[in-house]
């Protein structure tokens, strides 16, 4: 009994030490009720330093237009637009996901009046949407600010009036900082 009252005082004396025990103590102030009978109120933030979600499924953020001149004409190439850029082509369209600067690169690869969208999702509960330059006319980008050392993925498909259509699969997921594979 007197070694686990000695183990015991040693234990709180490095806590009191290192700061843990203000830590403990302060978390136990914040989840603890303000006055006997009332609810501790408990508020969920925002804690990422990324931007909030863009866009939905049937109305994603536009693209802008900021594509290198020969990119900036109708139909497209299945070469990367900028470099350190992860292209992924499909028969829709392409999208080429540029870790650097976080920017999700798409172009529309038929004029068919259906627009192409890259959905854009991240590991730690982001969604985002991103539409490609109308009619097949280049290569335009959303950007976006992931947090860094988190790891994203996208898949493609194609919009018209609120109609979905042509679901890619989802792309393997890549790191936010340096392009890896996560």
Known sequence: MRMLRALAVSAAALLATSGLAQVTAAAQAVAAPAAPGAAAVVQAADTDTDDGDTGTLTNPTMATVVAPAAMSTAGY???A???HCILYGYEI???CYQWVGDDQWVVDGIAN???AVVHVQTNYGKDRYCQALPSAEGWGKCNYDHVEGKCVRWQMYEL???DTRNFTG???WYGTQYG???
């Open 93 to 95: 369209g392409a999208t």
């Open 113 to 115: 009046g259906w627009a």
């Open 77 to 79: 190439s299945y070469t």
């Open 170 to 172: 989802w792309s393997a």
């Open 180 to 182: 890896y594979p996560c």
């Open 81 to 83: 637009p900028v470099d």
């Open 160 to 162: 018209k009036d609120g």
